[in-house]
């Protein structure tokens, strides 16, 4: 060791820029590893606190029993075998009791009733309820009281129009018996996205999805034993502790843990048969092991290209230390060193440099990350800053990388002193790796991963055993671009430098000249690789990070659809809600939504028939350009809008208020029994269709109505509907007249022409047809049906309508779609959308659609479809969502308003593209990348500096002697300058075309979801020139600095080459 020491005394310099570099790539690696580690923890915390209630829990449901022992023994049966398949695991068991086929009677408010006029109850008991809800008026149930105490949620109470003191009868329909409660407290949920609130899932609402169920109406579990629970229900919620669930093991007990208490749930004998337990944890775990290996496979990158750079940096400093010592280490072999001795001896020298870096990497990369966790841009990322023991071994293996990249050089075959001096004096135009046919290896290796990158669609791939993990070929795609086209344009060089020598020889710039001459006997040279990685590095790391950053925004934009989609809870809007959207701060254009599942195609691809009003469509939904097939996004629902059905219709005047009118039927034969419902159908500007309620009639009664026109004109009366009970034989008389359009005053309004504009007719749902009469306000049909006299009287609908004109209804398909269909654009089919079978024209194809489709999904001209639906079939689209643009900075606002209007899903296409912008994954991703190039612009910093010494020390000689030939001081300075620039140059030319070339061949193709797939929609290209160029120049600048520096010395440096010239002879 004390001969390293003398040895390494004589070349402090270049062994300190050694340590510097160690220190940097180790003090990186160390960072990237715990940084990588934190990351993943916040990352399962936030899927974990964002999963939704099915997720993190597990329901089941059992019937009651009919007394109370019996639900005790229930609970307790149940209680015992969950501790028993949680094996160790906390987790919290909360209980309820469903009463059933409770009716409610009286006035029920705004609740509206099933198809049999009735409307029901959600009696229930629900455990620990005071821990999950507060009261916003009375106080909760007590046991014993009569008449029986509840407590309602706020929307029951509100649907039901009850408050505090009100009683509400409710019917046992098993029993007839009616039993009054009365309303004791109005509570609201603490925290509605709690898993608890599965046990009661219409406490949001006011009733349960699809039914006329409203409630819950919470009662005390005692009276709820005594009083409800004949035909009852019992639920308990299983609620496993997430926050043990920091590692992989964990995910595999939790996910083995849920599987057995479902699968045990129903084998609980005093349960008997009738258990069920739905949980979808299994969904969790499984998306949470996606999300891990997505958040490691994108720190990968980071990693490996420091892992390059850091050791080309170390190899640099090493090579040029082996060069100094070329001749010490040949008489050292003349005298009798044997090859390993001096590979020892390296190795020690070696251990000296790294070993203060693997000391000190673990303290300063706590440091660092305790600085980072205060930055802003990681705010969604909680750093912890202190070690654990696997970030020492991380600092001792990176160590011990730098050590090996140390004595690379000293390990190959050493040649014969004149050799070496041979050598030395006549460089090889090619580099090591260029002799080696190295580069070859690294540009095949590229091309493989970018082949397999595109193949396997991101570098998490699953083995031959369905396992989920890291395909280290295609982690490492990236680096191993950057590698090869930086080796490739070294190859390629040579003759470029060549003709830069030509053309300097025919100026009369001699600095230039012989700098230029100079550098091209050594194209190869140190700093041309080194900053043209460095270069590259920065490069591929700012656009991975800009495209990451788009592809977010881009991905919000296309899920959400517009700027703001409000989705009916309902799956229908009430008769208001077009104004009530239309009136929201800051709108600028609505859009009505209708959508639909379908299968399509003979391998029934599950698909989403999406409709919306093509000619609207364009001022807001939200459609990257290049997804549409032939062109911009508006030229596509262009094309949808030109070939729309056109709608059959009477006009009423644009201050039109009030229909009115008279109607009378007259039935023949047998076949109607009871009245007949009559609706007029009016299509206004918003939201389609609407149906307006005239009225009944019984036979040959006359009806005189007067119903008002919703707000929101101006409309126009698209035909109408009559329905009743009728089987065969049924005839049917159907007649309107004197049917006007009133203003807002009294006056008797405007008779309706409805014998312009071509002829009415009468269809049924069957497809019969038959012929109207129209004149002037007055309009006459007959409607027959033929068939066996002994069937059943049925539901008999009845459509009057203009006759519509035979055109197709337009429609847009992605590939998947068409794929699926066998079509292309241009051809004609008959698809099943909105109840019945249509005529469809695919009209233009997109690679895919907005607002969180299915990949084979069509766009339907929402106004074709519904006129095509209702002039052949009868049938009207309720409309299902809307889309909404809003004005700059409003639709905060707007999305706070339309939430308040109650009964409405809202997305927010800002706060979609914030949640996932603080995504921790993405965000430790994007950190990852900017450390990586900051680490590039240090080594290459150090490892440009070194290497300008070492050929100002090495080109001494040389420099001396055209001195004494005469040359200036002035002269020799500028040609190292000149020099330096021109590989400096160079070597930052060529790491801006390679890490743009990589960028735009894989940067789309590394970047995933945290479900381990291609973002939908696929990620373009962004590269955010401001700090690429300015790592580019700010490294050429440090460079010329470098260079500058070193010829403001020179008059000296060559005064004493020129005095010892000739001394070691």
């Known amino acids: 060791m004390r001969l390293a020491w003398r040895r390494a005394h004589g070349t402090s310099g270049l062994l300190l820029a050694a340590a510097g570099a160690a220190l940097v790539a180790t003090v990186a690696l160390t960072g990237l590893a715990a940084y990588s580690r934190d990351v993943v923890d916040s990352g399962t915390r936030n899927v974990l606190t964002a999963a939704a209630a099915e997720e993190r829990s597990v329901l089941v449901r059992a019937s009651a029993g009919r007394t109370h022992q019996a639900l005790r023994e229930r609970d307790s049966a149940l209680r015992q075998r969950v501790e028993t398949d949680l094996a160790g695991l906390p987790a919290r068991i909360s209980t309820a009791g469903y009463a059933a086929g409770r009716q409610l009677r009286g006035d029920t408010g705004d609740a509206a009733a099933d198809r049999t006029g009735s409307t029901y109850a959600s009696v229930m008991f629900l455990d620990d309820l005071p821990a999950h809800a507060r009261l916003t008026a009375g106080d909760w149930p007590r046991a014993g009281a009569t008449p029986v105490q509840t407590t309602l949620a706020t929307a029951a109470a509100t649907a039901l129009r009850v408050d505090v003191g009100d009683r509400i009868p409710i019917t046992d329909g098993l029993t007839g018996t009616i039993i009054e409660v009365a309303v004791v407290g109005v509570f609201t949920p603490v925290d509605p996205a709690a898993a608890y609130w599965r046990l009661a899932p219409e406490t949001a609402t006011g009733s349960l999805p699809q039914a006329a169920t409203y409630g819950p109406m919470i009662v005390h579990r005692d009276d709820f034993t005594s009083r409800f629970l004949t035909n009852a229900s019992i639920g308990w919620l299983i609620e496993p502790d997430l926050s043990t669930v920091t590692n992989p093991a964990a995910l ?75 001749g010490e280490t040949a008489l050292l ?49 909680s750093l912890r800053g202190h070690g654990a023991p696997t970030i020492w071994l991380v600092a001792g293996a990176a160590a011990a990388g730098c050590a090996l990249a140390m004595i690379a050089p000293s390990l190959r075959r050493g040649d014969s002193y004149v050799a070496d001096l041979a050598s030395r004096s006549r460089p090889s135009r090619r580099g090591l790796m ?110 991975l990070a ?185 005839s049917l008389d159907w007649q309107v007249s004197d049917l006007r359009a009133a203003g807002p005053d009294d006056s008797p309004g405007t008779p309706l022409d409805l014998a312009a504009d071509g002829p009415w007719r009468l269809s049924d749902r069957a497809g019969e047809v038959a012929a109207s009469t129209a004149t002037g306000a007055t309009l006459r049909t007959r409607y027959a049906r033929s068939g066996n006299p002994y069937d059943r009287p049925t539901l008999t609908q009845l459509t009057i309508t203009r006759s519509a004109a035979d055109t197709r209804v337009p429609v847009v398909a992605t590939a998947q779609a068409l794929a699926a269909l066998h079509l292309q654009v241009g051809a004609q089919t008959r698809l099943f959308l909105g109840g019945a079978d249509v005529d469809v024209t695919v009209v233009d194809a997109v690679t895919a659609l907005p607002g969180d489709v299915e990949d084979a999904a069509l766009l339907v001209d929402l106004p074709s479809l519904s006129t095509r639906l209702f002039h052949d079939h009868g049938l009207l689209l309720s409309t299902q969502e809307w889309w909404l643009s809003t004005a700059p900075g409003q639709a905060q606002q707007a999305a706070t308003a339309a939430a308040a209007l109650g009964g409405l899903v809202v997305l927010n296409r800002a706060d979609a593209a914030d949640e996932l912008a603080g995504d921790p994954f993405g965000v430790g991703a994007r950190g990852a990348l900017f450390a990586a190039a900051l680490a590039a612009v240090l080594l290459a910093a150090v490892g440009v500096a070194v290497d300008v010494s070492a050929t100002a020390r090495r080109r001494a000689t040389e420099l001396a002697v055209l001195h004494t030939l005469g040359a200036g001081h002035r002269l020799v300075a500028r040609s190292l300058l000149a020099e330096q620039s021109f590989l400096a140059g160079m070597g930052v030319l060529v790491g801006l075309v390679v890490g743009l070339g990589v960028a735009a061949t894989m940067a789309p193709l590394v970047i995933l979801t945290p479900s381990a797939d291609r973002p939908d929609p696929p990620p373009l290209l962004r590269v955010e020139w401001p700090p690429v160029l300015a790592t580019a120049v700010g490294l050429l600048l440090v460079a010329l600095a470098f260079s500058a520096a070193l010829s403001t010395g020179m008059r000296r440096r060559l005064t004493a080459t020129q005095l010892r010239t000739g001394e070691d002879r």
Request: overall charge positive; hydrophobic content about 45%.
């Open 434 to 543: 260029q002799r080696a046919g190295l580069d070859v290896v690294l540009v095949g290796g590229a091309l493989l991963a970018w082949y397999q990158l595109g193949r396997y669609s991101s570098p998490v791939s699953r083995d031959r055993g369905g396992e989920l993990g890291v395909d280290p070929l295609l982690a490492a795609a990236p680096t191993l671009g950057v590698l090869a086209g930086a080796v490739l344009a070294l190859r390629l060089l040579p003759p470029l430098v060549r003709l830069a020598e030509r053309w300097v020889d025919r100026k009369p710039w001699t600095a230039v000249m012989l700098g230029t001459w100079q550098a091209g006997r050594r194209p190869h040279a140190g700093p041309v690789l080194l900053l043209a990685l460095a270069v590259a590095v920065g490069t591929l790391a700012w656009s």
């Open 252 to 326: 595999d007990r939790l996910a083995e843990v849920a599987t057995r208490i479902t699968t045990s749930a129903r084998s609980i004998e005093a349960l008997g048969d009738s258990a069920v337990a739905t949980s979808e944890i299994e969904i969790l775990v499984r998306r949470l092991q996606q999300a891990t290996l997505v958040g490691r496979s994108a720190l990968v990158t980071p990693m490996l290209l420091v892992v390059v750079l850091g050791g080309y940096a170390l190899l640099l400093v090493a090579v040029l230390l082996t060069e100094q010592r070329r």
């Open 546 to 730: 800009g495209t990451s950053q788009q592809s977010l925004t881009d991905q919000a934009a296309h899920r959400v659809g517009a700027d703001l989609r409000l989705t009916e809870v309902n799956n229908a809007a009430p008769p208001q809600r077009a104004d009530q959207v239309a009136a929201l701060p800051g709108t600028r254009a609505v859009l009505a939504a209708w959508r639909d599942t379908v299968r399509l195609g003979p391998s029934a691809e599950p698909g989403t028939v999406l409709g919306l009003d093509a000619a609207t469509a364009g001022q807001v939904v939200h459609l990257r350009d290049d997804l549409a097939a032939g062109g911009g996004t508006e030229e596509l629902f262009d094309s949808v809008a030109a070939q729309r059905v056109p709608a059959t219709t009477v006009a009423l005047p644009a201050d039109a208020r009030r229909l009115t009118g008279h109607l009378r039927t007259r039935a023949d034969g047998r076949g109607i029994t009871g009245s007949v419902t009559h609706q007029a159908i009016v299509v206004g500007p918003r939201d389609g269709h609407r149906r307006l309620p005239l009225g009944s009639t019984l036979d040959d009664e006359p009806l005189r109505f007067s119903v008002d026109l919703p707000a929101g004109g101006p409309w126009r009366l698209a035909g109408f509907t009559a329905e009743t009970l009728g089987g065969p034989g049924t």
């Open 333 to 381: 072999r003349a005298r009798g060193a044997a090859r390993w001795q001096l590979v020892g001896l390296t190795a020690r020298e070696a251990t000296l440099v790294v070993l203060p870096a693997a000391g000190l990497a673990p303290l300063l990369a706590a440091e660092l990350l305790d600085v980072a966790d205060r930055l802003p841009g990681l705010a969604a990322v």
